[in-house]
């Protein structure tokens, strides 16, 4: 009995207060998050603030507004948007089965497969640039030894380099996608697949009937985080096409750039503002899909 409610009794520097009303572990504690705590509240609050209370101006709006280029922007960022996020989660969704079969030579293609988004951003995407160059790029080279012609200046264009911009970005995010919805396949039970193919279900109805409905909340969670990753990518547009040629090419994410190199910091601040009424409501539908299932679980 003694030797019970020893074992059970909470040592002097748990419960020392010290006169604070905290113990010495939450003590601790606090001292431990503190530097994490005034990194976020310099490096992160700070910024955000600062930026806020500089496009506080409604006049740098009206200044906005009058830019044709923010309006070319903001048509790009719709297209970008729209076409890349649908077809990046389509062909995730279809690599995701193809990457379920159980033969070696897939395993070793998923290793390959995931380098895109494990390597960094800067070298990737740049060699993007260097062979997409019209005299001496590989691209052009190979076109011009097979057919004995130039090839296109393919970042000059407004339309090809937009287009090159959003083939970038879903070749750099597709690996993550992919192995997100892989996770949400293989976690579907396999006797539910064996009992329908014992019913006569081809590879179709397994999909409508098993995999699809087993995976449509995954799916749609993943759509709209993706949404909200893609109109933050900066690095798909800015290091491939800097925006050009003529600034056509720049979305939300960039925009801001081109005013702080005209040293219009109202400008460039209200630009990033603007992006807030495409972001919060995703953020918003983001966060009750996730409290709603997790109410649901528990």
Known sequence: MTVAAVDHAPSHADT?????????????????I????????????????????????????????????FWGTIRNTLIF??????????????????????????????????????LPSIPTILSWRFMLNPEWGIINQQIFRLTGKDGP?????????????????????LPFWTLILLSGRLAISKDLYEAASVDGANGWHLFRHITWPSMQQLYLTCLILSMIWTLGDFNSV??????????????????????????????SMAAIVCALPLVLPLVYILMRRLGSNASEKA
């Open 16 to 32: 020392n207060t010290g006169g604070t009303g905290r113990t010495d572990a939450q003590t601790w504690g606090l001292l431990m």
């Open 34 to 69: 503190l530097p994490y705590i005034l990194i976020f509240l310099i490096f992160v609050l700070y910024p955000v603030l600062y930026g806020f209370w500089i496009a506080r101006n409604p006049q740098s709006y009206v200044k906005l507004s009058s830019d044709p280029i």
């Open 81 to 118: 948007v729209i076409v890349a996020i649908n077809v990046k989660m389509v062909i995730a969704l279809v690599l995701s089965g193809f990457f379920t079969a159980e033969r070696r030579w897939v395993k070793a293609l998923s290793v390959l497969f995931i380098l895109p988004w494990a």
């Open 153 to 173: 200046n393919w970042l000059n264009d407004p339309s090809l380099a937009l287009g090159f911009s959003m083939l970038v970005h879903v070749w750099k995010s």
């Open 238 to 267: 800015y290091l491939l096409t800097g925006g050009g040629p003529a600034d056509l090419t720049h979305v939300l994410a960039t925009l801001g750039v081109r005013y702080l190199r005209y040293d219009q910091v109202d400008q």
